[in-house]
């Protein structure tokens, strides 16, 4: 017998509307010794999918006048018998009606219970429950539509594709194998070569839509750099939408790092607005300029901020060298004023050049364009299958390694046994994406994640 589980599902702010859960073994029980329907019936009797108006009492008190809601296993959101009290969105309300569900012998839900429940009681996989939060966090449209796709199984039915041709192969393998004296029928070597590249090329093309399902879901560490003055943090304020870094025509003003997370278009950048890179003796100043290198250099993105109303200055061209290899758009600002600047020797570093006035708002959509561009957001389908967390990546990736593997035992001419133990380990690593077969360590850190009530 499981445990009865409670908590607020709705913000902890005052609203038209708080919602608290109860799920468990006992839920209908204890929602009825603190639940009063003003019809008289009681909630025992209350079919599924079913509401009834009453009041929530503590100690004979009312508290609030609320609408109870039954789902009855196995048909609700965990899988259990679950009961949803509707009350008036106030937190003194909701938190009294909790406490009186405490001491009729529910406990607290942990974070992402409800949803883990769900999970162990087969109403999800992993990669749908991962997609629950991923609704819940969405800050943009394709972020929502993605996480939707997600969770009506899109990731899981495409993994259960590649798998069925991995286990497919398996089944035929250790068949052959185990069973010599059999009439099996052995795989031609164009089949099981087939098989495996077709497997890896699909994963190959999950894991190509990666970096830009990060960039709509998750967001991308970004980092504005530039030599003093150029109009970095000008550029936060126009990216954020309000002031937020000081802009002073004083070289230098911005010492330490200024964070904040902004929408894109669709695109979630989590910026940052650091200290002019340059040659100091002032102690303060240093600090916050190797504050600006590292945060550069641990950039998936960098926004590099030049001067057009100045020629290209050593400290320009030593910026330059320091996004060599990384991702990267030079962004030429104060195009407002005379032009002086060469651009060639930027180009030559980086093709991904947006010119703008970050004074004006002058140059929103083609930085905005160019960022999508180069992400890959730009013409990225939502409605395909997408990897959206780090941990389904690994697992992707563990996969075509052991793909890998299984192919060059193939090519080198390995026993078909040894080949079969790299195929396996392949279907191995694919079930623990979508937790057919994950471990309790896994499990506890994807719900570790989720938030109360969830």
């Not at 389908?381 to 035992?409: F, G, H, N, P, Y």
């Amino acid at each position: 017998m499981s445990t009865t589980i409670a908590a607020i599902s709705t913000p902890q702010a005052a609203g038209g509307l708080g919602v608290i859960r109860i799920s468990g073994d006992d839920a209908i029980l204890i929602a009825s010794k603190v639940f009063r329907s003003k019809t008289g019936l009681e909630l025992s009797r209350l079919q599924g999918y079913r509401a009834t108006l009453g009041i929530i009492e503590e100690n004979g008190e009312a508290v609030d006048e609320a609408v109870c809601l039954v789902f009855r296993a196995p048909r609700s959101y965990t899988g259990e018998d679950v009961v949803e009290f509707s009350c008036h969105g106030g937190l003194f309300v909701l938190q009294r009606t909790l406490r009186a569900l405490f001491n009729a012998g529910a406990v607290p839900a942990q974070p992402g219970e409800f949803t883990k429940r769900a999970f162990l009681n087969g109403k999800k996989d992993l990669t749908e429950a991962e997609a629950v939060m991923s609704i819940i966090s969405a800050q943009g449209e394709q972020a929502a539509k993605a996480a939707l796709n997600a969770l009506d199984g899109a990731l899981s039915k495409k993994i259960k594709e590649i798998n069925d041709i991995l286990i497919g192969l398996c089944a035929h393998l250790s068949a052959w194998v185990d069973y010599p004296d059999e009439e099996i029928e052995e795989l031609a070597d164009g089949d099981i070569s087939e098989s495996l590249s077709t497997a890896r090329s699909e994963l190959d093309g999950l894991l190509s839509r990666f970096d830009a399902g990060q960039a709509i879901t998750e967001g991308v560490n970004t980092a504005i750099v530039g030599r003093p003055n150029v109009g970095k943090s000008t550029l936060m304020n126009m990216l954020s939408g309000y002031n937020r870094s000081i802009v002073t025509s004083v070289a230098g003003t911005t010492r330490d790092v200024v964070e904040e997370t902004v929408r894109l278009g669709d695109v979630i950048l989590r910026l940052a607005d650091t200290a002019g890179i340059h040659e100091t003796d002032d102690t303060v100043e240093s600090i916050g300029v190797d504050m600006a290198k590292q945060k550069l250099e641990r950039a998936d993105l960098v926004l590099a901020v030049f001067d057009s109303s100045q020629e290209l200055t050593d400290e320009d061209e030593a910026i330059l060298s320091y996004c060599k290899g990384k991702r990267s758009i030079a962004v030429i600002n104060k195009t407002d004023l005379e032009r002086c600047l060469d651009e060639n020797k930027i180009r030559q570093i980086t093709k991904n050049v947006v010119e703008i006035s970050a004074k004006n708002n002058d140059g929103y959509e083609k930085l905005k364009n160019t960022v999508e561009a180069l992400l890959g957001t730009d013409e990225l389908d939502t409605a395909s299958a997408m990897l959206t967390t780090e941990r389904q990546r690994a697992s992707v990736v563990k996969a075509v390694a052991c793909i890998d593997e299984a192919l060059a035992a193939f090519k080198m001419g390995m026993t078909l046994d040894a080949v079969n133990v790299s195929v396996d380990c392949a279907v191995e690593a694919l079930l623990e994406l979508t937790g057919q077969k994950a471990s309790e360590a896994i499990v506890d850190e994807v719900f570790s994640r989720f938030c109360v009530g969830k």
